[in-house]
């Protein structure tokens, strides 16, 4: 049964008990926590998304050389985001997250902005933080736990690049690095994993079934991750389905993640018939929110989970 059928038979039931329209909990994704009012993929930046409100922390990992599991969504160090131990910014070409140690990675600091890049201008209203240092997703996990949230759920990204296997830990590596640490920390009923490379939800697929999956794609003119002869796609090629949801359905996804101008009313009905949900990113501008909430998405991934708040609530949320 889809989702829309079953929303439709629950609403009957509580229309005949005088309840009122039952409506499903809408997954309010902070990405990289909240990129757009705090450093990413940081301590601080996961601290100011619960502060606003969101349902899931959206998060990126990476290894280090000596096995790691840390929190960053670029290979390299980024030199719009890194400071070395002396405070001068890096410049291009950076170290590799993988050819790092966890203690040679904690010298860096990435709470802030470099003043004047482009990047920079893209989040006028991120508020920098001197001394953030790269996290690992295991202070993560302690820190969400000491402090008490005990509900938020987490959204981990595999980062790694299919046509460059050597600026990364392997897809089985990393993919059992990652598992490791969810177990240790007893977080597996709280996490969903996702990746453009779908080489790593299979694995996890195999080796932690209860884990749901979420299949990211991109179909935009400079990053198009579906029409690359299976490169990113585990081998499995666009020509051989429907759409882009019925590729996601067979290679056994719970969740489609495509970028938010990819997706079509069309579209949406299409994964929602097949029973996958859809969660779409990184919607930042409200008018795009409003539109996607009113059309039926089961979660919206952003840099502003705040304005998302308002937008849900304004659409009755
Ligand atoms: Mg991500």
Redesign the pocket.
């Known amino acids: 049964m889809t989702r829309a059928a079953r929303a439709a038979g629950l609403a009957a039931t509580l229309a005949l008990t005088g309840c009122a329209l039952f409506t499903p909990p809408f997954d309010i994704q902070g990405?990289?926590g909240a990129r757009g009012l705090a450093p990413e993929n940081t301590l601080a930046g996961f601290k100011r998304a619960l502060d606003a409100g969101v349902s899931t922390l959206?998060?990126?990992i990476g290894v280090t050389r000596d096995g790691v599991v840390v929190i960053h969504?670029d290979e390299s160090l980024n030199p719009d985001t890194t400071r070395d131990a002396r405070g001068a910014w890096l410049t291009a070409p950076t170290p590799r997250l993988f050819d790092l140690t966890w203690l040679e990675l904690q010298a860096y600091d990435v709470g802030r902005l470099r003043p004047g890049s482009n990047y920079a201008a893209r989040y006028p209203a991120q508020v920098g933080r001197d001394g953030e240092p790269i996290p690992s997703l295991a202070q993560l996990f302690a820190w969400v736990q000491a402090a008490g949230h005990d509900r938020v759920r987490f959204n981990i990204?595999t980062k790694l690049t299919p046509a460059r296997p050597g600026d990364t830990a392997g897809a089985a590596a990393m993919t059992a690095a990652l598992l490791a640490v969810i177990h240790a920390h007893g977080m597996q009923r709280r996490v969903t994993i996702?990746s453009f490379d779908w080489r790593t939800l299979a694995l996890v697929q195999a080796d932690a079934p209860g884990i749901p999956t979420a299949y990211l794609s991109a179909e935009r003119p400079g990053f198009n991750t579906i029409d690359r002869d299976g490169l990113w796609t585990a081998g499995r090629k666009r020509a051989d389905f429907a759409s882009v949801p019925a590729m996601v359905h067979a290679a056994g996804g719970a969740i489609w993640s495509p970028h938010f101008e990819d997706l079509t009313p069309e579209l949406l009905r299409a994964a929602h018939a097949l029973g996958l949900k859809v969660i779409p990113w990184t919607v930042n501008d409200p008018a795009d929110m409003r539109r996607l909430i009113a059309w039926g998405v089961d979660g919206i991934i952003s840099d502003r989970p705040d304005l998302l708040r308002t937008a849900l609530e304004q659409a009755g949320h």
């Open positions: 990405h990289r959206e998060l990126d969504h990204e996702q």
